[in-house]
């Protein structure tokens, strides 16, 4: 069973960063994707990144554009753990964030989810 716990949230002026952290347990970090979701107040659930990696060793990145060249997702298979460091953050980023997993490193749908960490961002 594979198990998400994510860390790091927290409140933070314009501008700032945050960097979350998710600790992936049940699976190793192989044919898979991980990645992380957001849910804003009164909106539906949106990708924000994700990291796949492929079992002859490659991984690809993935963004949604709205966060494209301010956030950054990187992963350690070693320690089975992703992050996603935020910078330039804006009010509009603030949300529950989700880390996510599925056992396919071209996910139609990501199958595990953690409790989510709330980011708040103020103006």
């Known amino acids: 069973q594979v198990q998400l716990a994510e860390s790091g949230g927290g409140l933070v002026q314009a501008g700032g960063s945050l960097r979350l952290s998710c600790a992936v347990s049940?699976?190793?970090?192989?044919?898979?994707?991980v990645g992380w979701f957001r849910q804003a107040p009164g909106k539906e659930r949106e990708f924000v990144a994700a990291t796949s990696w492929f079992s002859w060793g490659v991984s690809t990145t993935n963004y949604a554009d709205s966060v494209k060249g301010r956030f950054t997702i990187s992963g350690d298979n070693t320690k089975n753990t992703v992050s996603l460091q935020m910078n330039s953050l804006k009010p509009e980023d603030t949300a529950v964030y989700y880390c996510?997993?599925?056992?396919?490193?071209?996910?139609?749908?990501?199958?595990?989810w953690g409790q989510g960490t709330q980011v708040t961002v103020s103006s």
């Open positions: 049940g699976r190793t970090f192989s044919n898979c994707a």
């Open positions: 996510v997993f599925a056992p396919s490193p071209r996910p139609i749908d990501y199958d595990y």
